[in-house]
């Protein structure tokens, strides 16, 4: 399968576009829907179709402290802004991985059915990583914390998607669906975030977070580090057991 291709290209009126291109598949008008559904903390899109997408071109600075308070901010706005359902009314992609995003009204059994257990599948794990993942996913209903409704996530929030422009941020490359509003939080932090502190704080000055939020990290973090022993193989297996360990230890 060709992989998808990017350049950056310049419009007749002046615009300066970053386009991404690849073979037909419905990842470039899920992405574009993801993009239009987050609003204005997301890039704009120009165009979009079974085989491209294009975006506005976002010249990026350093981040700075008041930019990391007001992402903090705007990313709450977001999340509250809420969803239907758990899911999202087009198809899901991760990367370029697929997702299920059927609509849920419980957050356990989604995560559990249409995050972590197809990629354990994938993933090609030893048979007790296995089994201790199938444990974890047992205990998500009593381990999720309080019932939320659902938040309107990004649902690939590492800090590579989260460009720093004009004093804000601007997202790109969603996996955007209806979710649970820690999920984006936990993946800020599994990679590192600038002024994280910051970008915590504020959100949950905007937004209060429930008790315990920090203590299900790892819960949050077993779906992504599941895509990347899928993406990367192995050298990601480590990390990812000791988030089944933790959230075992809830």
């Given at each position: 399968?060709?992989?998808?291709?990017?350049?950056?290209?310049?419009?007749?009126?002046?615009?300066?576009?970053?386009?991404?291109?690849g073979?037909?598949?419905?990842?470039?008008?899920?992405e574009?829907?993801?993009?239009?559904?987050?609003?204005?903390i997301?890039?704009?899109?120009?165009?979009?179709?079974?085989?491209h997408?294009?975006?506005?071109?976002?010249?990026?600075?350093?981040p700075?402290?008041?930019?990391?308070?007001?992402?903090?901010?705007?990313?709450a706005?977001?999340?509250?802004?809420?969803a239907?359902?758990?899911?999202?009314?087009?198809?899901?992609?991760?990367?370029?991985l697929?997702m299920?995003?059927?609509?849920s009204?419980?957050?356990?059994e989604?995560?559990?059915?249409?995050?972590?257990?197809?990629?354990?599948?994938?993933?090609?794990?030893?048979?007790?990583?296995?089994?201790?993942?199938e444990?974890a996913?047992?205990r998500f209903?009593?381990?999720a914390?309080?019932?939320e409704?659902?938040?309107?996530?990004?649902?690939d929030l590492?800090?590579?998607?989260?460009?720093?422009?004009?004093?804000?941020?601007?997202?790109?490359?969603?996996?955007a669906?209806g979710g649970?509003?820690?999920?984006?939080l936990a993946?800020l932090?599994?990679?590192g975030?600038?002024?994280?502190?910051?970008?915590l704080?504020?959100?949950?000055?905007?937004?209060?977070?429930a008790?315990?939020w920090r203590?299900?990290?790892?819960?949050h973090?077993?779906?992504p580090l599941?895509?990347h022993?899928?993406?990367?193989g192995g050298?990601y297996?480590?990390?990812l057991m000791?988030a089944?360990?933790k959230?075992?230890?809830?």
């Amino acid at each position: 399968m060709r992989p998808v291709a990017h350049r950056r290209e310049g419009l007749p009126d002046g615009r300066r576009v970053f386009v991404k291109t690849g073979p037909v598949s419905p990842l470039f008008t899920s992405e574009a829907a993801g993009l239009r559904w987050l609003g204005d903390i997301a890039a704009t899109v120009v165009e979009a179709g079974e085989d491209h997408i294009v975006v506005e071109w976002v010249d990026t600075e350093p981040p700075t402290p008041e930019a990391a308070e007001r992402f903090g901010r705007d990313l709450a706005r977001t999340h509250l802004l809420g969803a239907d359902a758990f899911g999202a009314p087009w198809p899901g992609f991760i990367a370029e991985l697929p997702m299920d995003n059927s609509p849920s009204h419980c957050w356990p059994e989604f995560y559990a059915r249409q995050r972590v257990l197809p990629f354990v599948r994938q993933a090609r794990l030893p048979a007790g990583d296995v089994r201790l993942i199938e444990q974890a996913v047992e205990r998500f209903p009593e381990v999720a914390g309080p019932a939320e409704p659902p938040a309107r996530i990004h649902g690939d929030l590492w800090s590579g998607n989260v460009l720093w422009s004009g004093g804000r941020c601007v997202l790109i490359d969603p996996a955007a669906h209806g979710g649970h509003r820690e999920t984006d939080l936990a993946m800020l932090a599994l990679f590192g975030a600038p002024y994280l502190d910051r970008i915590l704080g504020a959100y949950a000055e905007a937004a209060p977070l429930a008790d315990g939020w920090r203590e299900r990290v790892p819960l949050h973090q077993l779906h992504p580090l599941l895509v990347h022993v899928v993406l990367f193989g192995g050298s990601y297996r480590d990390s990812l057991m000791s988030a089944v360990r933790k959230v075992l230890s809830l």
